[in-house]
């Protein structure tokens, strides 16, 4: 049997978390499924707990309860937390209370989940209807009497203790958490643009921090320096590239550029992707000669051997701000398996060999709209979402990497304008990058 999809969209679970706070929303029951009687509404909802009702009378008009108590069949239950409501397309949600609240049960055998005189389901009937007193005038109800309904869902709504991360916004300032959440999108992302904009690198003499994209083949690495450049340029670009047939195949370095000319304290390399076996892809040798400094910018890659001494362009002794100060591991969230044992292994031995030049290492987990489609572009829930969380720790199992090195983000690939809550991502990792950069520079005087 396929898996039960929810008729409640990303955007009516947003419009839901004002009235619920940060909640996820877990199935139980769907009446076009599991069939619209009291019986299979008590078996898969009964003793669940805290619940979200949903009635769907078309998809403009949903109407539902909640209830911190258990539903069961025998008895009539008290709850003061219990609410009705009513949203609608545009994304307002109206509260009510449960009437009457003396006698709020919470449902009997021949019905659905009742609320005060709400009966969903009442004897089995795809409707709403009031089988409270006649003295409960309509005004009093959230929704009419009787409605006919094409849907109804139970959920478990289940409270999220405290999210995976918590963003910090600026070097050496202290947020506290309820700022930094409140703080609008447009603002979080400009403060981040101008602490990497203004941001000094510790060490005086470098320019530029020299960040290197390395991981498997269509990780997303172009479309990462593409979202960064477009971030910067306050448009969506295209300027590596990305997605082409043949993959990247030639080494280049791009500075980044606002349009009022200033430029970020950066520059990012992409690189060949890495294939499994030996006979494609981006050779392991060649990843080092670019830490090292040795690759000249518009290398062609060749999968068969690495750059040699004698190259045209070779880089006998490069300079400090010629060698890359950061490593970053880009790689695809929406896999099953997010590294195949193969690709695994040649990652792992490629890591060891960076580690052994003590230079930082981060991951960038991308494609997290399509690993998660519920998160969609509400990607500031991005950090309470469980399933992200998993991918993050299989990332930290598998290659060894502290959890505070892994950055899910998702890249431009689809939108053609830009969105701040997709920036605030990979502004973040960018931040964090520079000072992982810092930590270099340090080692480096000591
Ligand atoms: N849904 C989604 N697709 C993405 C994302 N990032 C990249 N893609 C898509 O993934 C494909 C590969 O992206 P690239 O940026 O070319 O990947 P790459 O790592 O540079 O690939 P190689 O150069 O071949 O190693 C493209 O079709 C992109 O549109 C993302 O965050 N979300
Ligand atoms: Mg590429």
Not at 299 to 319: H, L
Request: aromatic share 8%; charged share 25%; proline share 4%.
């Amino acid at each position: 049997m396929s898996a039960i999809t929810s008729r409640l969209t990303a955007k009516n679970q947003k419009d839901l978390s004002e009235i619920l706070g940060k909640v996820n929303l877990h199935l139980l029951y769907k009446a076009s499924v599991h069939g619209f009687s009291a019986k299979a509404f008590h078996d898969k909802c009964d003793g669940q707990g805290p619940t979200l009702t949903v009635g769907y009378k078309d998809s403009q008009c949903i109407f539902g309860g909640y209830t911190s108590e258990d539903f069961g069949t025998d008895e009539s239950k008290m709850d003061d937390k219990a609410f009705l409501f009513q949203l609608n397309d545009a994304g307002s949600v109206k509260k009510f209370d449960v009437e009457p609240r003396t006698v709020d049960h919470l449902s009997l055998l021949q019905h659905g989940p009742s609320f005060g005189s709400r009966v969903f389901l009442p004897y089995g009937k795809k409707k709403i209807s009031n089988l409270g007193q006649s003295s409960w005038s309509k005004k009093n109800l959230p929704f009419e009497d009787n409605v006919d309904l094409v849907e109804c869902e139970v959920y478990r709504v289940e409270e999220l203790k405290a999210p995976w991360r918590k963003i910090n916004l600026n070097a050496g300032s202290l947020i506290s958490r309820h700022d930094e959440y409140h703080l609008h999108p447009f603002r979080r992302r400009l403060k981040l643009i101008q602490s990497i904009q203004s941001y000094k690198l510790y060490r005086n003499t470098v320019p530029k921090a020299r960040v290197l994209l390395i991981g498997p083949i269509g990780g997303g690495k172009s479309s990462f320096i593409n979202s960064v450049n477009s971030i910067f340029r306050g448009v969506v670009t295209n300027r590596a590239l990305a997605g082409g047939i043949t993959g990247t195949e030639m080494y280049s370095t791009y500075s980044f550029r606002q349009k009022d000319k200033t430029s970020p304290p950066l520059i990012l390399s992409d690189t060949m992707g890495l294939a499994e076996g030996t006979e494609s892809g981006i050779h392991v040798d060649d990843i080092i000669n670019i830490v090292e400094g040795h690759v000249p910018k518009k290398y062609q890659f060749n999968e068969a051997s690495p750059i040699q001494a004698d190259t045209k362009g070779y880089i006998k002794s490069p300079a400090i701000a010629e060698r890359i100060h950061c490593v970053v591991y880009v790689i695809d969230a929406n896999k099953p398996t997010i590294l195949s044992p193969a690709m695994e292994k040649k990652m792992c031995a490629i890591q060891s060999q960076i580690a052994e030049l003590e230079i930082p290492q981060v991951v960038l987990l991308t494609k997290v709209d399509e690993a998660c489609p519920l998160i969609g572009k509400d990607l500031e829930n991005i950090y309470w979402n469980e399933h992200i969380e998993q991918k993050v720790l299989e990332v930290q199992r598998k290659l060894r990497m502290p959890v505070s090195c892994i950055f899910p983000v998702t890249n431009y690939w689809l939108d053609i304008n830009l969105v701040f809550t997709m920036d605030i991502l990979i502004l973040s990792a960018l931040l964090q990058i520079l000072r992982f950069v810092d930590d270099y520079f340090e080692n480096l005087d000591d």
